[in-house]
């Protein structure tokens, strides 16, 4: 017989890869632009340390699925804020939220 | 002495409240803007369905802390993601991911 929870930890793992790469069109929207305008860096603050955090308890649960999740997640979401970052720092006009 | 785990289930889950609610600039600016057209269906549709799977298997790992984090992640994607095909379906230009 199929193990429901083994089968739900291969999909949400595979599920938790996406929504990382889920990032990727926002990210490459900023770097073609060169500009975070519309982008909230608060989002991707509160994201980031969220990810930051379930990430550890993910590591403590030693749960593989939600380590991968969780740190695919933080990968996507650094790579917006680090765009949000690089050009505001250049002084182009960021609205915050 | 202080349990890390529990400790971190219980930051892991104001956090996956946060993350949640960190969709919210993101919803209010399409209902204000009565408009998408900058956002990815594809993206926030592969976070609907991600949140959904994870959702699913939090209840059968039985994780308050990753239930709440599950629930609200999904119940503020669903709140973008139903503000695009809103305003998709009122057949403004949409541009896809």
Known sequence: MIDLTQLLAVLAGFMG???GFANIPQAVK????RSAK???ELTYG???VG???LLLYSILLDN???IVTNLFGLLGVVLVLSGIIRYEKKGI???GI
């Open 30 to 33: 900023i770097y073609k632009k």
């Open 46 to 48: 509160v994201l980031a």
């Open 64 to 66: 593989v699925a939600l």
């Open 93 to 95: 006009r960021h609205r």
């Open 51 to 53: 990810y930051f955090v």
């Open 17 to 19: 890869i996406l929504m």
């Open 38 to 40: 519309d982008v909230s």
